[in-house]
């Protein structure tokens, strides 16, 4: 293992309000991406003629157009506009050659409109000003390049605004379990960028694991370049809410970070470090302190935005909505966002949370993971902080699409949800009991029955009131693994190894279209389950086609795993299905009847939960 000899008085030396530099530099121009993987067309983009793009220099030969009108080249005017105080920004670059660069704007709609040209010949500092005054409720602002009869050369480019009164210290934190070789990726590429290394006063490594980080070769010489900035943490698996909620808890509790800017970043994204720069510097720039969150690209598809904001409808218990007139799954390349969004929430694969936060609504609960997010950003905004998901600052994490809905995960997705609705809503018991039912019911007829266990074991858990959350879901994260593995179809198989079938038993069955009289098909798929009145020759179902109403008619099923690396076998238990339909439906009735105390139990213990008392024995008792 490596030495880490930073010490917390370094450590908090670094994390104070800082003089302010002559310009604040809200993002650089970049031409090219950070990694192979992806496409320079998210920065810079060809027109016409030919460009040479590099990360932060670019080379148009004569006749050529290129634009920074792209995902990470745009800057979000209308979020400075509608956030921050600020009223114009300025574009600066080293210029060589001859040709014209335009400053470009764009309205709600779309329309686009010329705000600043230069024709620059020779080499030269070029500056362009544009005024951040028409974008309220859209807009953007981005730079075009033009060269007829020579070449032009555009590098160091940055967008600047007004600096604060102080420039308020930034802490990283990466919370990583047993992914080491991709945490040390994630630091590889903080420690690699002049710019971020820069913005990064302290980067704090809460490694939760037993494959630590530190037995990695690579540690090392980046623990020598980010020198007194490191900060290694180890400490036993609390989930990701009580890995960043030790970042949170380290800076928050040291004397003179009471304006710190705490950055969370998961262990396994594929890290643009520029937007380290972009939380930071608008968190520097908002009128009040705010949530500041990255958007989330997908790491299989780095051209696809995820969503460009998203909030949770808390009485469904669903999350993940996109909020109104937000990007959702689009491409990145070929789609930008003018009008502006607000977001409920921002999941915490990149946010930035100041320290004024934490110390007027708390800490974050010890959920373990799930919901940990949603929950604080909706505790902040009911203490009046808003939560800004800031495009054109993002990081590229696994697509969720490709996460099996049938695994461990889902019982703190779905326990989380009912305490964060019961914290934060009316909590109408039957209402949440009537969803979770119709849920559980489409498990069982999918003959999903570790599935319905877990939700099953959900409610029951959340029942017990806010004691379970005492051990920050350690015992829980054991318990529900070890009860998943009774079901066999909770076990994934590679597709050439299937127990009890042969490759040639089954084939693929597609669905039809959906029930049009949803009701009563689900009526007769339960008789049919009920009697054994299923087709009884096995059958392969694409991971996209196993909807209850397809796989309900039939007694073996081999499912495509929505990872795309295996398969899962159902098979058909009405012994189980009538266990686990009775067990569930009184954990519903429980539900149902404790609805009303449960709510004020989970506020009365909020205060308690959230509290850095309550934290440090979560830390010492690891």
Request: proline residues 5%; contains cysteine; charged residues 20%.
């Amino acid at each position: 293992m490596v030495n880490i000899p930073t010490t917390a008085d370094a450590v908090q030396e670094a994390l104070v309000e800082h003089a302010p530099p002559e310009r604040l530099v809200a993002q650089r121009g970049l031409f090219g991406g950070p990694s192979r993987l992806v496409s320079d067309d998210m920065y810079s983009r060809a027109k016409s003629g030919r460009a040479h793009r590099e990360r932060t220099r670019l080379r148009l030969e004569d006749n050529s157009h290129v634009t920074t009108n792209t995902y990470f080249g745009r800057f979000p005017a209308s979020y400075w506009q509608r956030w921050t105080t600020h009223t114009e920004v300025r574009v600066t670059a080293q210029v060589s050659g001859a040709g014209r660069v335009s400053m470009r704007a764009s309205d709600i709609e779309g329309d686009e409109r010329s705000i600043a040209v230069a024709d620059v010949k020779g080499t030269d500092a070029l500056e362009l000003v544009g005024r951040i005054d028409r974008f309220l409720d859209g807009g953007a602002l981005w730079l075009e390049f033009e060269t007829a009869g020579a070449e032009l050369e555009v590098s160091d480019l940055v967008w600047t605004v007004a600096p604060p009164e102080r420039l308020r210290p930034v802490a990283v934190v990466i919370c990583t379990y047993n992914r080491a070789d991709d945490c040390l990726n994630t630091l590889a590429a903080i420690a690699d960028d002049p710019a971020s290394l820069q913005t990064a006063d302290a980067v704090y490594v809460v490694d939760q694991g037993t494959d630590r980080v530190d037995s990695r070769p690579g540690f090392a010489e980046i623990a020598a370049t980010l020198g007194s900035r490191l900060v290694y943490i180890n400490q036993p698996n609390l989930g990701g809410a009580g890995g960043f909620t030790r970042g949170l808890f380290e800076v928050a509790g040291m004397p003179g970070t009471e304006h710190a800017n705490v950055i969370f970043m998961d262990d396994d994204v594929l890290c643009e470090p520029e937007t380290v720069v972009r939380l930071n510097a608008m968190a520097n720039s908002t009128a009040e302190p705010a949530i500041i969150g990255a958007q989330m690209l997908y790491l299989l598809h780095p051209d696809q935005l995820h969503v460009g904001a998203e909030t949770a409808d808390l009485p469904l218990l669903a999350a993940g909505i996109a909020s109104p007139n937000a990007l959702t799954a689009a491409d990145a390349i070929e789609n930008q966002q003018d009008i502006r969004v607000d977001a409920g929430y921002n999941g915490w694969w990149s946010c930035l949370i100041p320290a004024e936060i934490v110390a007027e609504v708390g800490l974050p609960l010890p959920l373990f993971f799930q919901w940990d997010d949603i929950e604080y950003g909706v505790r902040a905004r009911e203490a009046g902080y808003a939560t800004i998901t800031l495009p054109g600052a993002g990081v590229w994490h696994a697509d969720f699409g490709w996460k099996d809905w049938d695994d461990w995960h889902r019982y703190f997705n779905l326990r989380n949800a009912m305490v964060t609705a019961a914290l934060h809503s009316d909590f109408d018991g039957r209402q949440v009991a009537r969803g979770l039912a119709a849920q559980l019911g489409r498990y069982l007829l999918s003959m999903q029955y570790g599935l319905a266990h877990t939700l099953i074991k959900a409610v029951e858990d959340f029942c017990q009131g806010p004691a379970v959350l005492q051990d920050g879901g350690v015992a829980a994260a054991a318990e529900i693994r070890k009860e998943r593995a009774a079901y066999g179809e909770t076990v994934r198989h590679p597709a050439a190894s299937m127990p009890g079938l042969r490759a040639a038993d089954v084939s693929i069955t597609p669905p039809g279209p959906p029930p049009s009289l949803s009701r009563l098909v689900l009526a007769r798929r339960v008789v049919g389950q009920a009697l054994g009145r299923t087709i009884k020759h096995p059958v392969a179902i694409p991971a996209a086609g196993a909807s209850w109403y397809h796989v309900s008619r039939f007694e073996t099923t081999v499912v495509t795993d929505s990872s795309q690396e295996g398969v899962r076998i159902r098979r058909r238990d009405p012994e189980a299905a009538r266990e686990l339909g009775i067990r569930g439906a009184k954990a519903c009735y429980r539900l149902i009847r404790q609805a009303a105390s449960l709510r004020a139990e989970y506020r009365a213990a909020m205060p308690q939960l959230t509290s850095r008392e309550n934290w440090a024995r979560l830390f010492d008792a690891s």
